[in-house]
């Protein structure tokens, strides 16, 4: 079965604390993976786009990477604004669409 | 990146009654989706809108409880009917393509009591 799978669940940092949100996928043939950045109240914003292995996108403090099971989100010296859901997401499979995984609820304190 | 736009942005509804949702985007699109987000879920695909076709749904929803209308390339809607509280949820639509990068509408939050 395609599955999307993102831990932790929650993650709280202090500010300047570095560290990575991890999405794990079982799909056949992927075809793209996808970052997303959801704040209370709004709906997600797109942050970054992968298609291969070994392939890294960079945006300020976020760096995503991808291998053949998983994608890393790392964040470095993030700031209290850094404070939102991230949501990931592949394309693959025999699905047909995007697959979303549950997300990760980041937390930054100051 | 389009800019899309929905209406209401939160609603309360009484169980048994529908509400619909609005989409606007600010430019000419070929597919509109239409997404739930319960709490505490990922994401879940509820139908594909095209203009001049048919919505095409997804395993486990169907047309006569969550209706959709796409009259032109910028505008569609999604109908909760028959509400209970397990309709419950975030209710979002996207533009883009079925398999690469879509950008979402802000949400609309339904309470259904």
């Known amino acids: 079965e395609d599955q999307v799978t993102q831990s932790p669940e929650a993650l709280r940092l202090q500010e300047g604390e570095s560290s990575s949100l991890n999405c794990s996928y079982t799909?056949?043939?992927?075809?793209?993976l996808f970052w997303y950045r959801q704040d209370p109240g709004k709906g997600p914003e797109f942050l970054f786009t992968?298609?291969?292995a070994g392939e890294e996108k960079e945006k300020e403090r976020l760096k995503a990477t991808l291998t053949k099971k998983e994608s890393f989100l790392h964040i470095t010296a993030p700031k209290p604004e850094d404070s939102a859901t991230y949501l990931c997401?592949?394309?693959?499979?025999?699905?047909?669409?995007?697959?979303f995984g549950k997300g990760t609820k980041l937390s930054v304190k100051p | 990146s389009a800019v899309i736009s929905q209406k209401p942005s939160r609603d309360i509804c009484q169980r048994g009654t529908s509400l619909t949702i609005q989409c606007q985007v600010d430019?000419?699109?070929?597919?509109m989706f239409w997404y739930r987000q319960q709490p505490g879920q990922s994401l879940t695909l509820i139908a594909t809108?095209?203009?001049?076709?048919?919505?095409?749904?997804e395993s486990g929803f169907v047309i006569d409880k969550f209706p959709i209308s796409r009259p032109n390339l910028t505008f569609s809607t999604l109908t909760v009917s028959n509400m209970s509280p397990e309709d419950s949820s975030i209710y979002l639509c996207?533009?883009?393509?079925?398999?690469?990068?879509?950008?979402f509408g802000p949400g609309t939050r339904l309470t259904v009591l």
């Open positions: 997401a592949v394309a693959g499979g025999s699905q047909g669409n995007l697959i």
């Open positions: 992968l298609y291969s």
């Open positions: 809108a095209n203009q001049g076709s048919e919505a095409t749904y």
């Open positions: 799909v056949s043939g992927l075809r793209g």
């Open positions: 996207s533009v883009g393509r079925p398999e690469d990068e879509q950008f």
């Open positions: 430019s000419q699109v070929t597919m």
